[in-house]
T-cell receptor
């Protein structure tokens, strides 16, 4: 069965500090991978998605970046955090080799920028 | 533009039935999804409709009308644990999910 891991679960960082959030998926090959952000009481905002190693599409221009160094690893980074970067960050994956279309989410990282 | 509309909040009584509506407008259509999200947790998949009609899964059912750009999630025999936010999402022609802001469902005893 497939599982998705995210860490850390919570993070408190000062403004201007760097960020690295990691997501890994087990039990599948060549998944589509996604990074979302959810502000308090709001819907999910797609930040980045990837259809393969080294292939990153950015949906929202901002001070965040993403990388996919391995097939099942997706990393979200920032060089300098802003207050507005606070939120709930969710990684998700989707199977692409079959007709199943649903996305499955990791447990999320709650980021507070002070 | 792309848009998903659903009510912000609904209240229902334990044991009753509630219907959460969603209207969507996306560039192309590859299905309508419903997810459940408990406070502080990640969303979990509930249902997927790509053809018109009603899909039933235990206490939960989901309906789709593609001509009307409309879906609803029906929850029967409500339990306190059903208190959560319910997210509607439409998959566009690029297989990206366009998300609604979610409907917070409050269940009262």
């Amino acid at each position: 069965s497939q599982t998705i891991h995210q860490w850390p679960a919570t993070l408190v960082q000062p403004v201007g500090s760097p960020l690295s959030l990691e997501c890994t998926v087990e039990g599948t090959s060549n998944p589509n991978l996604y990074w979302y952000r959810q502000a308090a009481g709001r819907g999910l905002q797609l930040l980045f998605y990837s259809v393969g190693i080294g292939q990153i599409s950015s949906e929202v221009p901002q001070n965040l970046s993403a990388s996919r160094p391995q097939d099942r690893q997706f990393i979200l980074s920032s060089k300098k955090l802003l207050l507005s970067d606070s939120g709930f960050y969710l990684c998700a994956w989707r199977e692409t080799s079959v007709d199943y279309n649903e996305q499955f989410f990791g447990p999320g990282t709650r980021l507070t920028v002070l | 533009g792309q848009n998903i509309d659903q009510p912000t909040e609904m209240t229902a009584t334990e044991g009753a039935i509630v219907q959460i509506n969603c209207t969507y407008q996306t560039s192309g259509f590859n299905g309508l999804f419903w997810y459940q999200q408990h406070a502080g947790e990640a969303p979990t998949f509930l249902s997927y409709n790509v053809l018109d009609g009603l899909e039933e899964k235990g206490r939960f059912s989901s309906f789709l009308s593609r001509s009307k750009g409309y879906s609803y999630l029906l929850l029967k025999e409500l339990q306190m644990k059903d208190s959560a936010s319910y997210l509607c999402a439409s998959m566009d022609s690029n297989y990206q999910l366009i998300w609604g802001a979610g409907t917070k469902l409050i269940i009262k005893p």
